[in-house]
């Protein structure tokens, strides 16, 4: 079984700011990472996402995220944030490939990231 | 690509009513996924689909839950006898079936329970 903690549930910044939005995660086997944003009344929208390889992802707007396995983390970051990045944000994880079919995702409990002017 | 699309988007109901709601995924994607959040909480996966076979249901999926996928196309969720601790977001999510691949999710079913 996987869990995961997002040790902050609201995070204020202004505009232009650096931000950190910390996850970290438990797990007995090897596992898929994710992070999800989802944006006032709207669904859950992939931000990135680490299956191998480099541990470092990133995505289209300018988020990005480290896989420290030793330190069993996968935050997120991104060097200036906009207003329009105000949106909950959802870290989760799956297990690794294993041959099965199921890959049903274990979510952590968001963090609210809010920009302000 | 349409994207996943869920009905109804708000349902309200009493106590003891029974409720249905439907999931359609992403044409031709093999694997359906159900999930429930409740608020202040990451969604809680509840069930799976590959195609037409439920292979694995959550603790949480209690035996008033029930869900099904004819054909292996969409997806229905059924509450019997509704309870107020049902009250959540119903979220269902596709994927092509491909390995390890990115679920895509629909906009969810608010259920409110009276």
């Known amino acids: 079984a996987q869990s995961v903690t997002q040790l902050d549930s609201q995070v204020p910044v202004f505009e232009e700011a650096p931000v950190e939005l910390r996850c970290n995660y438990s797990?007995?086997?090897?596992?898929?990472l994710f992070w999800y944003v989802q944006y006032p009344n709207q669904g859950l929208q992939l931000l990135l996402k680490?299956?191998?390889?480099?541990?470092l992802v990133e995505s289209i707007n300018g988020f990005e995220a480290e896989f420290n396995k030793s330190q069993t983390s996968f935050h997120l970051r991104k060097p200036s944030v906009h207003i329009s990045d105000t949106a909950e944000y959802f870290c989760a994880v799956s297990r690794g490939y294993s041959g099965g079919s199921n890959y049903k995702l274990t979510f952590g409990k968001g963090t609210l990231l809010t920009v302000n002017p | 690509d349409t994207g996943v699309s869920q009905n109804p988007r708000h349902k309200i109901t009493k106590r003891g009513q029974n409720v249905t709601f439907r999931c359609d995924p992403i044409s031709e994607h093999n694997r359906l996924y159900w999930y429930r959040q409740t608020l202040g909480q990451g969604p809680e996966f509840l069930t799976y689909f590959q195609n037409e076979a439920q292979l694995e249901k959550s603790r949480l999926l209690s035996d008033r839950f029930s869900a099904e996928r004819p054909k292996g196309s969409f997806s229905t969720l059924e509450i019997q006898r509704t309870e107020q601790g049902d009250s959540a977001m119903y979220l269902c999510a596709s994927s092509t079936g491909q390995g390890q691949e990115t679920q895509y999710f629909g906009p969810g079913t608010r259920l409110l329970v009276l």
């Open positions: 797990s007995s086997v090897s596992v898929y």
């Open positions: 680490y299956l191998s390889g480099s541990t």
